[in-house]
């Protein structure tokens, strides 16, 4: 005797693998794409109150946009949740890699501010020293300044500066 499943209670779609068939894996750009240009609004159903407002889209449009369900006139559950849960994994994947990259390029600027840092203390303690040994003798004081603005002046800090600022 072939095994046949119940038909489920409206509402209570069956979401277990083994029930389902031609499985094809979804995502990227052109779900939130669609997803974006599918017209929402809000709307009631002719029988009902002027009162009663309903929030989503079309089934005509929906049907247009991904090529779901069985008919263009109904729009089912599963059908709409899917939807929903896919562009909210594509939208959670472009926000981790944003913030992946926020914290590369973070990571490489502070790395970059504490190399010249340390440089800049370097050349500010050698200018001190310079200038305490100096004895007010402008000559060693010129030298200790000239020392100092080096790093500052050097191609490669101009490079890393105009780094930081673009």
């Known amino acids: 005797m072939p095994h046949s499943f119940p038909v489920p209670a409206p509402g209570r779609r069956s979401r277990d693998r083994n029930v389902k068939a031609i499985f094809v894996l979804v995502g990227g750009e052109s779900i939130l794409e669609r997803f974006a240009a599918l017209p929402i609004s809000t709307w009631n159903y ?23 369900g069985k008919d263009e006139k109904h729009i089912s559950t599963v059908d709409s949740e899917g939807v929903v ?23 490489r600027s502070t ?10 203390t370097a050349g500010i303690s050698a200018c001190w020293e310079l200038a305490k040994a100096s ?6 004081l010129a030298s200790a ?21 673009l």
């Open 85 to 107: 849960l896919a562009a909210i994994q594509v939208l959670y994947l472009e926000k981790k890699q944003k913030v992946n990259d926020c914290r590369s390029g973070l990571a």
């Open 111 to 120: 790395n970059g501010w504490r190399h010249w840092s340390l440089k800049i």
């Open 145 to 165: 300044l000239t020392f100092l603005a080096q790093p500052l002046l050097s191609s490669d800090a101009t490079g890393f500066a105009g780094q930081i600022l």
């Open 46 to 68: 002719k029988t009902q109150s002027d009162s009663i407002l309903h929030l989503g889209p079309m089934a005509q449009d929906l049907r247009a946009a991904f090529g779901l």
């Open 135 to 140: 004895r007010g003798r402008p000559s060693n």
